[in-house]
């Protein structure tokens, strides 16, 4: 059975940060691109970043770039996000997903659809 399990959310002040991780189990992680999406009420499920399956190539959607990272540890089979400098618009569910449905081929995609294995998401609340 495989798993994803986000933590590190949390309620932060403007200009804070948080490291956020998640956790793969039930699949050999390190034959996987990983991203992390949000999702705020209301609002479609956004890109946030990806980062290929060596950890050598990343991307960034254009809110976040310069003040997200994205990481991983294969031997951890964990995904990262620090976040830094964070905003009230970057309040949102964060959520980790696994790029199972990624063409051969292709190495970084920000495509909600060629992710089908997602975790349950971790609540940040960026609130003075």
């Known amino acids: 059975q495989v798993q994803l399990v986000e933590s590190g959310g949390g309620l932060v002040q403007p200009g804070g940060s948080l490291r956020l991780s998640c956790v793969v189990s039930?699949?050999?992680?390190?034959?996987?691109?990983m991203a992390w999406f949000r999702q705020a009420p209301g609002k479609d499920r956004e890109f946030v970043a990806t980062?290929?399956?060596?950890?050598?190539?990343?991307y960034y959607a254009d809110s976040v770039r310069g003040r997200f990272t994205i990481s991983r540890d294969n031997a951890k089979n964990t995904v990262y996000l620090q976040m830094n400098t964070l905003k009230a618009e970057d309040t949102a569910v964060y959520l980790c997903?696994?790029?199972?449905?990624?063409?051969?081929?292709?190495?970084?995609?920000?495509?909600?659809?060629?992710?089908?294995?997602w975790g349950q998401g971790t609540q940040v609340t960026v609130s003075a």
């Open positions: 039930g699949r050999t992680f390190s034959s996987y691109t």
């Open positions: 980062i290929d399956k060596k950890g050598l190539d990343t």
């Open positions: 997903a696994l790029g199972d449905r990624i063409p051969a081929g292709v190495v970084l995609s920000s495509q909600v659809f060629h992710y089908d294995l």
